[in-house]
């Protein structure tokens, strides 16, 4: 019996844990069926589905009127001499867009194997022949798409009430550096998922993570404020330079010189975040089943 039980055991643990090159196909639509299932379980909760879907213009409120109150105005002559616009409004908003896409790699991309555990079917996923990430990577496009639509209606909102000066011109380039921007997220949300897993209660380092990359990210003040060391180390996330891009395309007008780096730096991070999540993932995820550790959730 214990030799049949070890054999279990290693046999288990051999499990991939990554996607399945040969089976892609099969591997997206275990991505597809964990992000359907997700919004399954936000429509059974109306109230709440509602409440998550306006919190994004809730929670932006307070930056703008702690921005127009402090500054006297719509406009500041120190923030254009810092970053080229004085529009506290706008500058604000395409900070604050992406606010929530960090919540997306830091909070629901970590969580979404603990909810599992929440909602009893942990066990039933890590019997399953796909890979625990395509779980994380479902709830990562399902917070994705549910973010999206928040932001939506943050920007119709705060354009009807306060205007917003972008340049129509560099929506799609900005759109470009949003894409390889939220790459880099998904390989960080990865990390965040991994040490989540092996922790259990997850929510301290996701909090402890959330706050840094927020302290790091020019989101309602430019990076120049930070010292030098803080704004070293924000080059390490990619939330830094692909705002700094997006601003560049939105609101200070085509800088080619500036915009190639930040294309290019985003596209290394994209690459070393993915990487490095995967096998972090795929250490973890080897070790908590090789410990027995799931039971202990």
């Known amino acids: 019996m214990d030799n049949n039980n070890e054999d279990y055991r290693l046999r288990e643990v051999k499990c991939p844990t990554g ?5 892609l196909k ?3 639509r275990a991505v597809w069926a964990a992000n359907i299932k997700d ?3 936000e429509f059974a909760y109306p109230e ?8 994004p213009l809730v929670f932006l409120l307070p930056f703008l009127l702690y921005g127009l109150v402090l500054v006297g105005g719509r406009y500041s002559d120190d923030l254009a001499q810092l970053v080229g616009t004085g529009d506290i409004v706008t500058f ?7 606010m929530g896409f960090i919540g997306t790699a830091v909070w629901a991309m970590g969580f979404s194997i603990r909810m599992e555990r929440w909602f009893g079917t942990l066990e039933a996923i890590y019997v399953t022949p796909t890979s625990r990430l395509g779980q994380v990577l479902g709830m990562a496009l399902h917070s994705t798409i549910h973010q999206s639509i928040g932001t939506l ?4 909102v705060i354009y009807l009430t306060f205007g917003l000066a972008l340049k129509i011109e560099g929506i799609l380039p900005a759109l470009g550096i949003f894409a390889l921007m939220m790459i880099a997220l998904y390989g960080f949300g990865i990390v965040v998922s991994a040490v989540g897993l092996l922790l259990k209660e997850g929510w301290m380092v996701s909090d402890g993570l959330y706050s840094i990359m927020m302290i790091l990210s020019p989101v309602a003040y430019p990076l120049t404020v930070l010292p030098t060391v803080a704004q070293q180390i924000s080059t390490a996330f990619p939330t830094a330079p692909a705002l700094i891009g ?3 395309f939105l609101m200070e007008g085509y800088q080619p010189e500036v915009i190639i780096n930040v294309f290019l730096h985003l596209i290394v991070l ?3 975040w993915i990487l490095f999540g995967i096998l972090v993932f795929r250490l973890v995820d080897v070790y908590v089943r090789k410990r027995g550790m799931l039971k202990k959730f």
Do not use: D, P
Request: glycine residues 6%.
């Open 19 to 23: 996607f399945n090159w040969s089976n």
């Open 26 to 28: 099969a591997e997206l």
């Open 39 to 41: 919004w399954k379980i």
């Open 48 to 55: 709440s589905f509602f409440r998550q879907l306006i919190s």
């Open 92 to 98: 604000i908003f395409t900070g604050y867009m992406l």
């Open 153 to 156: 209606i943050q920007f119709i």
């Open 246 to 248: 997006m601003r560049s």
């Open 270 to 272: 994209g690459a070393v």
